[in-house]
Each structure stands twice: as structure tokens, then as C-alpha cells.
């Protein structure tokens, strides 16, 4: 296991990012990162153990679980379009997927999207062309998607229960998709099929610094990171106690799995260099799991 003690950094500007973000590529197509990134998430680098997971991780913090997805038929079966685009699922309309449309052109916010219905093969063809209409597409994890990924690791970290199968999806999205500041009342696997993300994550214990509470939902935050980064003055003003959030940066990349616990803020930002592809498998808290304050009644 890696160091339990947790390195923060904090991102001034731009130009820190842009280090973070440095050219070099390993073979696999991940970056190789300064070892600075990889200290502000825990990272293993085999097999995590259900006890590791609940001792250090389960509902605490972030971690990310390198290559744990390595052997998903996905990563290789998804790589061909024609295959992605034909995975029919079980039911009669299991190929037509929910597409968001952005109203800002990059940011997706489920509120402040409209959406479409697709066929998956027309979402996979659109994946691959530079489009006028940016677009996030979500298909349920059923029928030959399913039978693609093998959730039996998670499972055990999960400690036996299935995911609901209902939330379990499937992300497809071009370059450069973002997924502003937001947290889930579930716990997350986000698995990387194809392509990079990189995450940037703010724990609950900083939520007064996120500005939540976007349209009254206290889980979406106000902050746009994107114009924030930019150095934009009227953006700064309007949030700024969001410069006093510790942010903790961690890129997935083909075959890795990050845990995101309950409540922790995480905005997501698919690699410039090409679409991604990704698994979310969501699964509940047990009852004794602590509530956010904002969501008690
Ligand atoms: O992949 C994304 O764009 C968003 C993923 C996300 O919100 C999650 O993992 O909970």
C-alpha cells in the first residue's frame, strides 16, 4: 500500500496545472505524472484488500486502484467502434442512449443540459468526428456491455453486494468534456476504459469553500473551475472562498479505477488528446454510514 499520509497541493494557476499536465507519455498511453500528483491521491498499485478498503478508503477518501481493471474484455472489445456500436443490450431499446447536449458547448451539468435519445452506434460514430454539437452520452451497463466488464473485484470491496444494476452506465464522450464540481450521495468506481480523466477532488470537510447550493441542490457547486483557472476576475469575486479549497488531482487512465467516497466534490475533465470511455458503478451506503449535514431532514 501506498503512504496513507495524504500530500496536498494546491493549485495557484494555470501554470501548475500545465506542469501537472506534462507532455511525457509511458507506454500505455498514461502520463507520467510529477511524484507530487500521484501523493495527493493514494494510489495502488495491486490488489487492494476488502479490509484496506473499509480501514482506509470505504466513505474516508479517494482512492485510485491502478491497472485493477486491466483484464476487463472492455478495454479491448470497446476499442473497436463497429464492436462498441453494436453492443446491443437485452431489452428492445437497450441501444438507444440518453445523449446531454451542453448549453455552454464543454460544461455538463444534468440541469443545465437538454437531452436526446441516440443509437449507440450513431454516439460511437460521432465519438471519433470533430462535431459542432458537443454531446455526453450515457448507456446503461446491460447486455453485451455488461458482459464485457467483470465487476467481481469490485464486488468484494463493495463487501459482496451487487451494485444496482439500474445505475450502473457507461460514458462515452469526446475530447475535452467537462463535468463540473458536483458529489454523490453514492459511493463511486469510475472505470477507465478508453482514454484519460482527470479528476480533481475536494473533500466534504471544505464544503463551505465550493459555494454550493446551485439552483438550491446542495450537491451542485457555483464554482466554474474552468473560468476560475482562467484567472477570471468577475469569476473569482463571485467565489472567493474557493481559493481556500485544498484540491487533490488525480488522472484515470485505461484499466484504473478510482473510488470517490460519498460527498467528496470531484469535477472531471475528459484528456484534450481524444474521447473517453468510461464505467461508473455507483453502490449505496449501509444505514450506519454518516449523512451529509446538508442532506438531513
Ligand atoms: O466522468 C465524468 O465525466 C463524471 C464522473 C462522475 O461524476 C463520477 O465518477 O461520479
Redesign the pocket.
Known sequence: MDSTDEETMDFDDDSDLALLLSPETEAGGCRLLPPMAFDAVDIFDGPVSRDEFERFYRHKRPVLLRGAAQSWPALSLWRDGATLGSALGATEDADLVTSLHSNDGRRFLGIDCTKSRKLLDAVVRELGEPSASRFYARAPLRGSLRSAVDLSALRALMGGASPTAANCSV?LGPAG?I?PFHY?LCH?F?VGVIGR?TFTLVSPDEWRCMHSGHRERPELSRVDYEAWRAGDADERRRHPRFDQATRLVVEVCEGDVLY?PPFWW?H?ETSAEGPAV?A?IPFDPEAHEPTHVCHLR
Open positions: 460514458w468534456n463535468t454523490d463511486g469510475l480523466k470517490t470531484h472531471v468510461s461508473l
